[in-house]
């Protein structure tokens, strides 16, 4: 197998990957999609709610708010030594949203999430959360929680991730091992820790298949 860069900036990465079939290439992009973990917004306490969203559509807004994820101090919740539904510091991060409109209408955006850990917070503070009329007002606790794109999307590490056969020779042949991948990061994890998180995952599952079968003889 040989990987070349041929584009990368701060959140999107084209590789060329020769030497691998289809199925290859396909497993590496559903990985990244629904198996690398990121942290979203997955539990709310609403103190306090005037505006015209419902609480539920609140909840829902701020679950699809991209966050910053470390993901070398957290534990999957079902991975967590604590076995707790509520959490602990080892598997979960709050935050809080207080806002009020006073004399004129105030849009309320994601930098208004507080987290009680600088390292998980807002990919963006530019995200539209809220439109609040004078006199209301959202106050609110926010619980954040490692989890996987098959789960949800909200947990999804990228917005695009594709590939393509590379384009046809001047000799007009096709080259059948050789693919361009092409991957958009949320920002909530840097794109090449998202990449080596997949093709990890993928060489683990190797592993306990062979295992497996080596059981069955």
């Not at 967590?80 to 004399?103: H, I, M, Q, W, Y």
């Not at 789960?151 to 590379?166: F, G, L, N, R």
């Not at 958009?184 to 090449?192: F, H, I, M, Q, R």
């Not at 080596?196 to 069955?216: G, H, N, P, V, Y």
Request: hydrophobic share 35%.
């Amino acid at each position: 197998m040989e990987i070349q860069i041929i584009d990368k900036t701060d959140s999107t990465m084209q590789l060329i990957i020769r030497g691998v079939d289809t199925s290859y290439v396909n497993a590496l992009r559903r990985t990244m999609l629904s198996e690398v973990p990121t942290m979203a917004i997955e539990d709310v306490v609403i103190i306090e709610n005037s505006s015209i969203l419902h609480d539920e559509i609140l909840a829902h807004r701020l679950g699809f708010v991209p966050l910053k994820t470390d993901l070398d101090s957290y534990n999957l919740p079902e991975e967590c030594p604590c076995k707790s539904e509520f959490g602990c510091n080892l598997c979960r991060v709050a935050l809080t949203l207080e806002a009020e409109a006073t004399d004129e209408i105030t849009a309320v955006y994601s930098k208004g999430l507080q987290s009680e850990n600088p390292n998980v917070a807002p990919v963006s503070g530019k995200i539209l959360i809220a439109e609040l009329a004078p006199g209301q007002k959202i106050k609110l606790e926010a619980y954040a929680r490692l989890g996987k794109g098959k789960i949800h999307a909200k947990w999804q590490p990228v917005s695009t991730c594709s590939y393509d056969s590379e384009p046809q020779t001047e000799t007009g042949n096709n080259s059948h091992d050789t693919y361009v991948l092409s991957i958009e990061s949320t920002g909530a994890l840097p794109v090449e820790r998202i990449v080596l998180e997949a093709t990890q995952i993928l060489d683990k599952r190797f592993q306990d298949f062979s295992k497996a079968l080596r059981r069955m003889r």
